[in-house]
């Protein structure tokens, strides 16, 4: 499967600790994420991932690209609801797109949770069909 991987800058560092925890499952699939939240995944987790620009320098317009050509299946995007960005209407894209093509999304610790132990279960396995 296909995974996105975003954060906001301030949960940069509780994606890294999700990556750390849930990596004997995401090793297991294709993973995508914004520029800066990319690397720092790859450096604490020791996982291998498809970097895109960084996320407000059209990194964010990849992925939703790849949402749109059905090649996304599950989105991870931990944002921070308190702050808004410059780039918000891009943030929104990313939610809309993915409410669009129906392709699971979170955007909080407690959903991501949810959808990747789902997906350890093979609940996802539905998404093979849309592809």
């Keep these: 499967m296909n995974i996105g991987l975003v954060a906001h800058d301030s949960k940069k560092k509780l994606m890294q600790n999700f990556c750390i925890a849930y990596r004997g499952i995401l090793c297991k699939n294709e993973?995508?994420?914004?520029?800066?939240?990319?690397?720092?995944?790859?450096?604490?987790?020791?996982?291998?991932?498809?970097k895109y620009l960084v996320g407000h320098l059209g990194g964010m317009q990849?992925?939703?690209?790849?949402?749109?050509?059905?090649?996304?299946?599950?989105?991870?995007?931990?944002?921070?609801?308190?702050?808004?960005?410059?780039?918000?209407?891009?943030?929104?894209?990313i939610v809309?797109?993915?409410?669009?093509?129906?392709i699971p999304i979170a955007t909080n610790l407690a959903t991501a949770e949810l959808l990747i132990k789902s997906l350890d279960r093979g609940d996802l396995d539905w998404r093979d069909m849309y592809r």
């Design 96 to 102: 809309r797109l993915c409410d669009e093509y129906n």
């Design 31 to 50: 993973l995508f994420a914004t520029g800066t939240t990319g690397r720092l995944i790859e450096e604490v987790a020791n996982l291998s991932v498809h």
């Design 62 to 93: 990849q992925l939703g690209s790849q949402i749109e050509h059905n090649e996304m299946d599950l989105v991870i995007f931990l944002r921070d609801p308190l702050k808004p960005k410059s780039h918000e209407p891009e943030v929104n894209i």
